[in-house]
């Protein structure tokens, strides 16, 4: 009994592999960033220290940690097996809030028990990852036929329809975002990918007549050099065509109500004190931080609050001015070595669902850090997304841990 | 158990690992563009973000009399603000407010609405509120959160002097200002001396505004004191002395109050300007403060001018005391004997025009003394006939007249004196007759002088040809280094006139004063030199001049008394300055005595 134990210590310690660590580490050095920068953008707030955001994002990272043991210790089976029907669920959980009233700040968002709240977009995100993953198991990379494409298209553009109603355009583009590179990794051909953005791109090209002419050039390039059937590249140009030309007749014909609803989409009335007021100050404060930055809690811009949302979407931008080029470097380039870590475990994976799961939480994580800090530094509109690991917020928090959960579980290559 | 085997290629690999690696690159290049290259300007505009400077406006230099009393000195202004975010708008603090401010509540808020720049940004309410409305607020202090009081300093003047043209007053630059290079340093809404002394010493007056550094949030709120960043203190402007005599002045102020006069009192031998007056004047105290719109209205449309400086911008006839002038010419050119007669009947035939003399009976036989202690206008119109009027005028040109003094008052006017030329060039070069010279030579027509020309051509004939220039800034103490530097004025005299002219024109003006046309000027115990002077003029009654002096303890007091409308020099004129001598007199007497009382005790 006693040797059993031990051995199975052992097993369980060997099982961990050099790439694990890794990866521990370095969610433990991100978390380490967040909570010094949620330290900083708090000390201004009164309270005691579990009132304040510093104390509950403690507890937070508790909760998550232990959550994230829970799904180590999962059977891979389990998950797999499970996947659908957690999809469902969460696709249920996706539309409570509309049946129960409750919203923060007129968006449906939130399911609250009592004081605590959660949102279930957040969880959505793994539940989309995974039953893509599990769906794209089931087909064969050799040659992945554009029906098996449409699928988990489908599986990210229904949730992403719900969430983009709520409005959340960040979460939506996530659920659509982590699709390219799954379906990428799964042996999609990149024809069909771009079948699949065509669309969107030739909406949005088509509010300005020269960007769409040029889109339209690229599509007609793309179509002749991939040679695909006449019938299908036809049937490709008159879908976007058609997009193109109806697009800013129906946006004409919406009442201007409807439209500020789509604008605020996409952030553009999110700004408080007019145009660009956080990107500005958000870019003053990362651009002062200079080399090595103004030093732990000394930041200005944080301190005097010139930055909003300083502890949530722009918390980048505290890290920017207080640990500088330097600080910034380091956190995107622990950020990359997670990617390249999953990518690499992905690509030694003999399971294909396990595999893909990888590729997902690859792609959720850097999504995620790619978007926000584009939008902190001002590449990218205010699409309002959480930095991992370090943003505060318990749900999101709770998400990426339970990410680092799965990808440890599966980092293990050990059988079902 | 594998549900479906992995079969991901090396390519599929490696083409997402550099799609990854190139987004992050792309994104570290942002930063490195934000940080290290653009870095240095976005430190700077965190610093302006987080630092409001606050300027404190630093008092003006005091300025004294020549003994060392307060002219012009400075007092507290206290203005109310509101600081809208700690400010309770309620009908009670409305109306507590109201009453003590002496407000409409529709006015405060209004005031509120209007200068609103942020929740934590003071708004001023009132201005110029005196220390009763202050402590009224400090009593209500629970009642009225968020009412605070700020002090500016503003100008004051305890002595109770008027002296308001001369010393000028204190107000916004104005546009023109602003742009000229002089001005660079100022910025709109500076205050700057506007006329007068205030002008003319401004660099010297002007204090140098210091600031208070304060953090503030994103909201305005202030936080505290700049950590990193002491507050600069603002230092006064330099101490300064003036020529003035105050208690000279206050009386001259007093006598001739209700009257128009302009009258400078100098120092003959220096240019020292013991009292300038000007009358009407105003109570300078006006401009202290920011001045009130009717009061401001009420000055500039007054018909009697009083922010006109009559001593120094006024230009009238000089009358009489003219005349000196063409004995001067006279005794000099040789034109005439002073022993050279004419006989006076009260007037003066010349074609057809007659000119009178002021005598109407007549003066009987005049020479030339006697021409000059009656201040015979007969003898005067022979006298100018035979006298080159380009003599004359070169006289007068020597004594500076139509050139300005170079008084360290701004906006001096420089007069007239008309030759030849200016007679050709007026009515042309046949246009005018020897009746203009008979007008010129008793002092009327072409001719303008301002009182404080008048001064320095009286001192000029009491020091035997000194030409000083009328100051009345003495000397200030620079600040930094402590010094006292004391204002160099120009110095000048006639040479060219023999000791016997002066003698004999010394003596004339001591009879004018003895028996003559001046015996109002008279002083008990000390004798007073002088000329009168009896201005025509087409407005109303003719003005009255006196220009004399006197001798006491080695100083030579010169004195320039031009009353407008006051009939006869001999009258009013003559009087204020025996006043205003016979005040020196005790003045000197007193002085003397309190000098010698150890002794006697």
């Known amino acids: ?416 | 158990m594998y549900i479906s085997h992995n079969s991901i290629t090396n390519i599929r690999k490696n083409i997402l690992t550099i799609f990854f690696v190139l987004v992050f690159l792309v994104l570290i290049g942002r930063l490195y563009y934000l940080q290290i290259i653009k870095g240095p300007s976005y430190k700077g505009i965190a610093e302006a973000n987080r630092v409001r400077v606050i300027p404190i406006e630093a008092p003006r230099g005091i300025i004294y009399d020549r003994n060392g009393k307060i002219i012009v000195d400075n007092k507290s202004q206290y203005d109310i603000n509101v600081i809208p975010y700690e400010f309770s708008h309620t009908a009670r603090t409305d109306s507590i407010l109201a009453k003590i401010l002496g407000l409409d509540v529709a006015e405060i808020n209004s005031r509120i609405k209007n200068n609103w720049r942020g929740q934590f940004v003071p708004i001023k309410i009132a201005e110029d509120v005196n220390v009763e409305i202050i402590t009224n607020i400090e009593e209500h202090r629970l009642d009225l959160p968020g009412v605070v009081y700020s002090v500016k300093p503003v100008r004051s003047y305890p002595s109770g002097v008027q002296m308001s043209q001369s010393l000028g007053y204190v107000r916004e630059i104005s546009a023109n200002d602003l742009i000229r290079e002089k001005y660079k340093e100022y910025k709109q809404g500076d205050l700057i001396g506007w006329k007068g002394i205030e002008r003319q010493y401004e660099h010297i007056l002007k204090g140098t505004r210091g600031y208070n550094f304060i953090q503030v949030d994103a909201l305005g709120r202030e936080i505290g004191q700049v950590v990193d960043r002491d507050n600069i203190p603002p230092i006064p402007g330099n101490e300064m002395f003036l020529a003035i005599d105050l208690d000279l002045q206050i009386y001259i102020e007093s006598l001739t109050e209700g009257y128009k006069a302009g009258i400078v009192v100098l120092d003959a031998d220096n240019g020292e300007i013991l009292a300038i007056v000007s009358k009407p004047d105003y109570d300078p105290a006006l401009f202290a403060g920011v001045i009130s719109n009717s009061s401001w209205n009420a000055l500039i449309s007054d018909p009697d001018l009083p922010m006109f400086n009559r001593a120094t911008q006024g230009t009238y006839s000089p009358g009489s005391t003219f005349k000196l002038i063409a004995v001067l010419t006279a005794l000099e050119t040789k034109a005439v004997d002073p022993d050279w007669s004419v006989r006076c009947y009260g007037q003066y035939r010349l074609g057809h025009r007659i000119f009178k003399c002021w005598q109407e009976r007549g003066h009987g036989s005049m020479n030339m003394y006697e021409a000059i202690v009656h201040s015979c206008n007969v003898y005067f119109y022979n006298l100018i006939r035979r006298l080159d009027l380009n003599d004359w005028a070169n006289m007068g040109k020597d004594f500076k007249f139509g050139s300005e003094t170079g008084v360290d008052l701004y906006g001096e006017s420089a007069g007239v004196m008309p030759d030849v030329d200016f007679l050709n060039r007026k009515y042309g070069e046949h246009g005018w007759t020897d009746g203009n010279k008979l007008n010129l030579v008793i002092g009327q027509g072409d001719i303008l002088v301002t009182p404080v020309q008048m001064a320095r051509f009286c001192a000029a004939l009491a020091t035997r040809g000194k030409l000083v220039q009328p100051h009345v800034g003495l000397k200030y103490i620079d600040r930094g280094s402590n010094e006292t530097i004391i204002f160099k004025a120009a110095k000048d005299s006639i040479q060219n006139i023999s000791v016997d002219t002066w003698e004999f024109i010394e003596k004339a003006m001591a009879d004018v004063i003895n028996r003559g046309t001046g015996r109002a000027a008279r002083v008990k115990d000390v004798p007073v030199l002088g000329k009168t002077g009896t201005a025509q003029n087409p407005h109303g009654d003719a003005h009255a001049w006196f220009i004399g002096y006197m001798e006491e303890q080695n100083q030579t007091i010169a004195t320039a008394v031009l009353v407008e409308h006051g009939k006869s020099g001999g009258g009013i004129a003559a009087q204020i300055a025996g006043q205003i001598f016979n005040f020196i007199h005790q003045q000197k007497k007193r002085q003397s005595l309190a000098n010698n009382a150890p002794l006697n005790f």
């Open chain 1, 1 to 416: 009994m006693r040797r059993s134990i031990s051995k199975r210590i052992n097993n369980f310690l060997n099982s961990f592999s050099n790439l694990n660590l890794a990866i521990l580490v370095i969610v433990g050095l991100l978390c380490l960033f967040g909570m010094l920068s949620i330290y900083s953008a708090s000390l201004n707030m009164e309270g005691s220290f579990f009132e304040k955001i510093i104390g509950r994002q403690l507890i937070w990272l508790v909760l998550s940690g232990l959550v994230a043991a829970t799904i180590y210790f999962l059977q891979k089976k389990l998950i797999y097996d499970s996947a659908y029907i957690l999809y469902l669920l969460g696709f249920c959980l996706l539309l409570l809030p509309y049946f129960l009233g409750s919203s923060v700040a007129g968006t449906a968002r939130w399911i609250t028990f009592g004081s605590a709240g959660f949102q279930p977009s957040e969880f959505m995100k793994i539940l989309v990852m995974l039953a893509i993953a599990r769906f794209l198991a089931s087909t064969s990379s050799s040659n992945l036929d554009f029906k098996f494409v449409l699928i988990p298209t489908l599986l990210s553009l229904i949730p992403m329809a719900v969430v983009l109603k709520q409005p959340d355009l960040g979460t939506s583009i996530i659920y659509f975002g982590m699709l390219f590179p799954m379906l990428y990794w799964a042996g999609a051909r990149l024809f069909h990918l771009f079948i699949i953005i065509a669309p969107i791109l030739s909406i949005i090209t088509a509010f300005n007549f020269y960007t769409f002419f040029i889109w339209v050039i690229i599509v007609v390039i793309i179509l002749y050099l991939t040679k695909e059937k006449l019938r299908v590249s036809l049937t490709v140009m008159l879908i976007n065509l058609s997009l193109g030309f109806t697009t800013p007749f129906l946006w004409n014909s919406l009442k201007p109500y409807q439209q500020q609803r789509i604008l605020t989409l996409f952030n553009v009335n999110a700004d408080p004190q007019g145009t660009g007021y956080q990107v500005l100050q958000s870019k003053i404060a990362i651009g002062s931080g200079g080399l090595f930055g103004k030093g732990i809690a000394r930041g200005t811009q944080t301190h005097l609050k010139f930055l909003p949302e300083q502890h949530t979407d722009f918390i980048f931008s505290v890290i920017g001015e207080e640990y500088g080029f330097i600080g910034v470097l380091v956190v995107l380039l622990l950020f990359l070595a997670f990617i390249l870590i999953c990518i690499n475990i992905a690509y030694r994976q003999k399971d294909r669902f396990c595999s893909l799961c990888m590729i997902g939480i690859a792609s959720i994580i850097g999504i995620h850090v790619v978007i926000n800090v584009a939008m902190t530094v001002g590449l990218m509109p205010v699409t309002g997304l959480p930095l991992p690991f370090i943003s505060y917020g318990g749900s999101f928090l709770m998400t990426c841990f339970i990410l680092v959960g799965l990808a440890l579980n599966i980092g293990i290559d050990k059988q079902y």
